[in-house]
């Protein structure tokens, strides 16, 4: 299995900051990396697919890079609602997950 | 817009069989693929599996021996069973759409919360 590692596990931050939250894979996963948003509840939203593909619909504040094991996602200015949890997956191989990143409002 | 609703039970005793239902509206589950996310208390997230457009499935090699995922084309439904569950099995269970195999889970349900306990 391609582990995923995500980093931070809980992130404090205001509205207007720039924040970033990483994935590492336990080996190269060619771009195959999505970012989700879950808010208690309700269904994950897929924010960015295969790297750097904005989602339909999701607000261009929400960015993604990285190549090979590193990836990350960029939230350039938070709004009020962007405070929810955020995790990554991989796609190169069967699916796994990265454990999550709770953003919360500091 | 597709839709997915989880529904089934939310109490299942150990050893027996655990079963959901996927309902989709809003697109016909005779096109993608169709799966199955599970996650733990604690947040710990795992891919179960899939069944395709064609009927096809795919299966998480840690769950072979004890998943099966099938469906209704008539109801646009999809179903998971988990055979022999345990207490590690309590989770919240998601189903969920992709598009392709390079385009995976752009929609997902709201889940569905299933504790094993006798």
């Known amino acids: 299995d391609i582990q995923m590692t995500q980093s931070p596990s809980f992130l404090s931050a205001s509205v207007g900051d720039r924040v970033t939250i990483n994935c590492k894979a336990s080996?190269?996963?060619?771009?195959?990396l999505n970012w989700y948003q879950q808010k208690l509840g309700e269904a994950p939203k897929r924010l960015i697919y295969?790297?750097?593909n904005l989602q339909t619909g999701i607000p261009s504040r929400f960015s993604g890079s990285g190549s090979g094991t590193d990836y990350t996602l960029t939230i350039s200015s938070l709004q009020p609602e962007d405070f929810a949890t955020y995790f990554c997956?991989?796609?190169?191989?069967?699916?796994?997950f990265g454990a999550g990143t709770k953003l919360e409002l500091k | 817009e597709v839709q997915l609703q989880e529904s089934g039970p939310g109490l299942v005793k150990p050893s027996q069989s655990l079963s959901l239902t996927c309902s989709v509206t809003g697109y016909s589950i005779t096109s993608n693929y169709w799966g199955w996310i599970r996650k733990f208390p604690g947040n710990k997230m795992e891919w179960m599996g899939y069944?395709?457009?064609?009927?096809?499935?795919s299966y998480n090699p840690s769950l072979k021996s004890r998943i099966s995922i099938t469906r209704d084309t008539s109801k646009n439904q999809f179903f998971l069973q988990l055979n022999s569950v345990t207490t590690e099995d309590t989770a919240t269970y998601y189903c969920?759409?992709?598009?392709?195999?390079?385009?995976?889970?752009?929609?997902w349900g709201q889940g569905a919360s299933v504790t094993v306990s006798s």
């Open positions: 969920a759409r992709s598009r392709r195999v390079s385009d995976v889970m752009d929609a």
């Open positions: 295969n790297t750097n």
């Open positions: 069944i395709s457009y064609s009927g096809s499935t």
């Open positions: 997956l991989q796609h190169n191989s069967f699916p796994t």
């Open positions: 080996q190269n996963i060619n771009k195959y």
